[in-house]
């Protein structure tokens, strides 16, 4: 029996963009070209990030690139708070970019403390 594809990344629910090694913008959901309409949607596909970007966030996003390293950051944007994370991703076990997952938070979140 074959399984169907697993389409993840459309149907998960939050923007998502994903970097290439280089910094190329390869893949993007639906929330995520809706996200960024008003900058080109999905002709952003197959632009660079740092075309995207003021140098302060290239600056982080070239150290992420080089040392394959993860960033998570909360962003409140007209009135809607945010959790974007940023984190490696691997092809055949080798470097191949940044997945970036941009998520709506509810008003309240529980903090749960595990031991």
């Not at 697993?6 to 970097?19: I, L, S």
């Not at 190329?24 to 900058?39: F, G, H, P």
């Not at 945010?82 to 490696?88: I, M, N, R, S």
């Amino acid at each position: 029996m074959t399984a169907a594809p697993f389409d993840w990344m459309e149907h998960y629910p939050a923007a998502v963009t994903v970097c290439d090694a280089q910094g190329t913008i390869v893949a993007m959901n639906r929330l995520a070209i809706e996200a960024y309409d008003r900058y080109g949607g999905s002709q952003l596909l197959g632009t660079c990030l740092f075309a995207c970007h003021p140098e302060p966030a290239n600056a982080i996003i070239r150290t992420q690139l080089e040392q394959q390293r993860a960033n998570s950051y909360f962003v409140v944007k007209e009135g809607v708070r945010k959790l974007v994370h940023q984190a490696p991703w691997y092809h055949q076990g080798q470097f191949a970019g940044l997945v970036e997952t941009v998520t709506v938070l509810p008003e309240t979140i529980v903090t749960k403390k595990r031991s």
